[in-house]
């Protein structure tokens, strides 16, 4: 097959949809690929690590499309990207169409079949495609929240682990899946008081077992979760309804309430956010203050440490871009019921339920 991976271009975005690595494996398969002159920038893959694995390099994103018949990407197509997508084209990309009305629209119109990688599944019922940017989100959650609480960013002038006779800062984690998980890991790491709420008993017994005391677990309701908020000076959101919008768990009232400088970090910011106050941030301007309290929304986190992200997102993708190409979308998706639970628009239809439902629409 011929597959195609052009140069991300969304703000700040440095990650790029193949390695060098991966593009070989696909070449030795018997596949043709067409890389976008400048697409591992980011990564310092150069276009002559592309072409020593086999690909073909070409000069811009039109002739990327117009070549190939799978497009293999990061992000979500921007409006520039979305015009060059027609009926003969495979996406495979993050999509996260759930909040995003226009784009789902712009892939409905364009014909193409879009499968989403935050909605493919394993045996479990898991999301492996999101797994490898959740661990890298959730550790930075903890870093950009450290950074955020110093004075100079306006937050309460804390350092995560204190000092010795100095009390640490009190981090709460909201949602203790995979990017919970992590945040806790490196906010415990920086000596950081650290307490988890999540709807799921399961969850908290698995983070008591696996942190032991040094982690505070409380069964997320109404009122512990505003209690926490209250009490904290970090607080991290990392809640998920599986292909739906995040729910609005921090209310402005509860901003407003919140100590003066403490910092929200509100990494499913992607699917929307947890506090009613997000608005979506980029890397060049990560944080803004309302009612006193700090909040960083970068919904792309992960394309902060492009080749870390590259490398752990290819390594969950590339089987998929294996048999995508080796068996065509329909046979593929015919042959596993967890790629096909990536299917998101296909010849004008919308078909992901999740993502219907959320958005008021059948699939
Ligand atoms: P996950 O499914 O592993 O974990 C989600 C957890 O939220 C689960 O443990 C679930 O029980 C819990 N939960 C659901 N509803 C809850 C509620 N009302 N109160 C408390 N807990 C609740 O998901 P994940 O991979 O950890 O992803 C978390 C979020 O981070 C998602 O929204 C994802 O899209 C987002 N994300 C953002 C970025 C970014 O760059 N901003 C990167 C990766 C992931």
Redesign the pocket.
């Known amino acids: 097959m011929q597959i195609g991976v052009p140069k991300e271009i969304k703000s700040q975005e440095f990650r790029v949809g193949l390695t060098p690595e991966a593009v070989g494996e696909l070449t030795a398969n018997g596949h043709s690929l067409y890389v976008e002159t400048g697409a591992g920038q980011g990564i310092d893959a150069s276009d002559e690590h592309y072409q020593q694995a086999g690909a073909n390099i070409l000069p811009h994103a039109e002739a990327v499309f117009s070549t190939a018949e799978l497009i293999v990407k990061v992000k979500e197509p921007q409006p520039s990207e979305c015009d060059l997508l027609g009926p003969q084209h495979i996406l495979f990309t993050y999509l996260?169409l759930a909040p995003d009305k226009a784009l789902t629209d712009a892939l409905m119109n364009s014909g193409a079949t879009c499968i989403a990688y935050?909605t493919v599944t394993d045996d479990q019922g898991?999301?492996p495609l999101?797994?490898p940017?959740?661990q890298?989100?959730?550790r930075?959650?903890a870093q950009a929240g450290a950074q955020a609480l110093e004075s100079i960013f306006g937050g309460r002038g804390l350092l995560m682990g204190g000092v010795p006779g100095v009390m640490p800062a009190r981090v709460t984690v909201?949602?203790?899946?995979?990017?919970?998980?992590?945040a806790i890991q490196i906010a415990l790491g920086m000596g950081a008081e650290v307490t988890v709420?999540?709807?799921?008993p399961e969850?908290l017994e698995r983070l008591s077992h696996q942190f032991g005391p040094a982690l505070k677990t409380l069964y997320?309701t109404g009122s512990s979760?505003e209690g926490a908020v209250l009490d904290s000076d970090l607080v991290i959101?990392?809640?998920?309804?599986?292909g739906a919008g995040?729910?609005k768990?921090v209310t402005r009232d509860m901003v407003k309430r919140m100590n003066s400088g403490a910092v929200l970090v509100?990494?499913?910011?992607?699917?929307g956010g947890?506090f009613e106050t997000s608005q979506p941030t980029t890397h060049a301007d990560p944080t803004y203050v309302m009612d006193g309290v700090v909040h960083y929304?970068?919904?792309?986190?992960?394309?902060a440490v492009p080749r870390t992200s590259t490398q752990a997102l290819t390594n969950a993708t590339l089987p998929h871009v294996l048999s995508l190409a080796d068996q065509g979308w329909r046979e593929a998706l015919r042959a596993d019921s967890n790629l096909r639970n990536g299917l998101n628009v296909t010849d004008g239809v919308l078909t992901c339920v999740p993502v219907a439902q959320s958005q008021g629409r059948n699939a």
């Open positions: 996260h935050e898991r999301l999101l797994r940017m959740s890298v989100a959730g930075l959650s909201i949602g203790g899946g995979v990017v919970g998980q992590n709420l999540d709807r799921s969850v997320a979760l959101s990392a809640v998920l309804v599986s995040a729910p768990l509100d990494v499913a910011i992607d699917q947890c929304c970068v919904a792309n986190m992960p394309g």
